[in-house]
Each structure stands twice: as structure tokens, then as C-alpha cells.
């Protein structure tokens, strides 16, 4: 079995789903003849036709009206959005319309589809091309929040995002795009959504978070484990509906926790799970839970990009403060 990139395993699941659903189509800006600005549709309209891969205008708004409109209509769309900075003219569709489309029908109508949106930095992208924003999706209520970390997770959660009966926002952490590769079959197998996924099991302290980050907890998970320090790293994948179960049953293991995302700290999705630990979990804690994000600031240009980004190096130092509390 070959093994591929998170970037074709997204391609590998569009065309797997395409093939089997005819009710699947695929659209935004270049996808088609370019196979999108990262090609994460390269192929599919030479094998599935311009009619279920269509090349749109530069117009972001319309993509989210056109996918509320073809998913009301019973089809399934997957829209994509260059970059996760330019989904904001899409917001007022899918916020207005297609997270509320089943409550405003009582179920009569719902938007099955998916909005894939390439999230984070460290390409060294010019501005808007680098926002991690997602928390600015999970305050929406009928709307689910996804996010993979590896190519194996890419490819079943995006199957079962596209066969979600709800919409979906699917954003690809494009650090990670190209950066490792592994064996992921074509089988068509998708993973549950709303559930996190234990990467390691520990006993000292609880790592959570998503996205290209899961790479830097990972490696201060070794980093501790060097130390003697046991770290459970937690990739939750799902943001909303938050798994909280799965959290909660670590941190009463080793109550100790540390949040690590890299979108701006205040008002971060960690200060949800981190007030939901302190509501749920606060007898079970023996010291405060340490956030490790990005900055309360726009992420700089290259130069500097590196340095916003949260190292392996304070997620290490963050678990550490959080043994020597206790």
C-alpha cells in the first residue's frame, strides 16, 4: 500500500466519495482545470467532468449561496475556500442560512455540505493567507467544526463530513499538507465525527489540542517523556460537538492539563475547554490549566512566523509549571 500526504488523502477521499455518490459535486476557485491553488483536486474534474467539478468566479459569497442552494436541493457539495482567510464572505451563508437551514424548516430541509478551508501558517503566506480562526465557526450552533492532523484522519473524516447530513466546516492545517506521509487505505472506511482521538497514553499531565499542532505536542510528549514525565496527548479533531467526555476522563487521570492551539489566545477554543474542565473537572485538578497558543496579534510575515507559532519547547515548559504546582 503507497503512502501519501494529508493533501491526497483529501484528494483521495473527494474521489472515492464522488465515485460511489453521484450526488456529490465539487466547487470553488481554480479547483477544476488547476486542481486548486494546493491541488487538492487535481484529477477529479478530468474524471468526474466540469458538471460535478465546476471552476466559480472570484466571488466567495456566491460559493456559500450556490452550496446552500445545491445542498438544500438534495445534492452534497464540497465547497472550497482558497485559504481560510478569504472564508469570511462566506460566513453570512453559512451562519445564516446553512447552520440554520434544519431548525428553521423543523427538519423539513437540511444542508448536507462540506466547506473545505486550507488553516493556519507556516508556508510563509503573505496576509490573510495564515489565520487560525477557527473559534470563530464553533459559536455557531448546526454547524460542526473538523479538523484532521494526520493523512489517515484527513481521509476518514472528510468521508464522514461529506456524508454528514449537516454542514461542515473542514479545515486542512496546510503546514502539515506535505510534511509526513503514511500507509492510508482506499476503502472508503470514515472515521466517527465528534470524537477525540487519544494519540498517547499518560499519567502526569493531559495534552489537548488539534491541527498541525498535534506535531508539536507529540514531540513534547517525547521531549517530557525523556524526563520521566508521563504526557497523554489528546487530538480532538471534532471541535464542535466537543467530545468533553474524553478530556474530562484524562485530566481526572492526571489532573494536570495543557490547551495548545495556535489561533490568537483570548477567546481561543482552549478557553472553552478550559472552562469546561474548571466547571467539570475542578475536584480532579492539582494545578491550574496552562494554555500555550499564538499571539493576541495578526501573524507576522515569514520572518517572524516561526516564532508566533507555539513550539514543542513552551508546551514542555507549560507541563512543567503544571508538576510544579501540585
Known amino acids: 500500500m503507497a503512502q501519501i500526504t494529508l493533501i491526497e488523502a483529501v484528494t483521495q477521499a473527494l474521489a472515492y466519495e464522488m465515485a460511489h455518490d453521484d450526488s456529490v459535486v465539487v466547487l470553488g476557485e481554480d479547483v477544476g482545470v488547476n486542481g486548486g491553488v494546493f491541488r487538492a483536486t487535481q484529477g477529479l474534474q478530468e474524471k468526474f467532468g466540469p458538471l460535478r467539478v465546476l471552476d466559480t468566479p472570484l466571488d466567495e459569497t456566491t460559493i456559500g449561496g450556490v452550496t446552500v442552494g445545491l445542498a438544500a436541493a438534495g445534492m452534497k457539495p464540497v465547497a472550497e475556500a482558497q485559504f481560510e482567510g478569504f472564508i469570511y464572505p462566506m460566513m453570512e451563508q453559512i ?111 493531559t495534552i489537548v489540542t488539534w491541527g498541525a499542532q498535534v506535531k508539536e505536542a507529540l514531540e513534547a510528549a517525547d521531549a517530557l517523556a525523556e524526563e520521566g514525565i508521563s504526557a497523554e496527548v489528546i487530538d480532538v479533531a471534532t471541535l464542535t460537538p466537543l467530545d468533553f467526555d474524553t478530556i474530562a476522563e484524562s485530566v481526572q487521570k492526571t489532573g494536570r492539563c495543557v490547551i495548545l492551539h495556535e489561533a490568537p489566545k483570548t477567546a481561543g477554543f482552549g478557553a472553552e475547554i478550559a472552562a469546561r474542565i474548571a466547571e467539570e473537572c475542578i475536584y480532579d485538578l492539582l494545578a491550574p490549566v496552562e494554555r500555550v497558543t499564538g499571539w493576541d496579534t495578526h501573524i507576522p510575515l515569514f520572518r517572524l512566523e516561526m516564532k508566533y507559532l507555539p513550539s514543542a519547547e513552551r508546551v514542555v515548559e507549560a507541563a512543567k509549571r503544571t508538576l510544579a504546582a501540585s
Not at 449537516?166 to 486542512?172: G, I, L
Request: proline share 10%.
Open 95 to 205: 451562519a445564516c442560512h446553512a447552520a440554520r437551514m434544519r431548525n428553521r424548516t423543523r427538519g423539513r430541509l437540511t444542508v448536507p455540505a462540506v466547506w473545505r478551508a486550507p488553516w493556519g501558517g507556516g508556508i510563509r503566506a503573505p496576509e490573510h493567507h495564515s489565520e487560525a480562526n477557527e473559534h470563530l465557526f464553533t459559536n455557531i450552533p448546526g454547524l460542526r467544526v473538523v479538523m484532521p492532523s494526520s493523512p489517515a484522519r484527513a481521509y476518514g473524516l472528510l468521508l464522514a463530513a461529506i456524508r454528514d447530513p449537516d454542514p461542515v466546516m473542514f479545515f486542512e492545517p496546510k503546514r502539515i499538507y506535505r510534511q509526513y506521509k503514511e500507509e492510508v487505505p482506499d476503502d472508503g472506511e470514515a472515521l466517527p465525527l465528534d470524537v477525540c482521538f487519544v494519540l498517547r497514553d499518560g499519567t502526569d499531565v
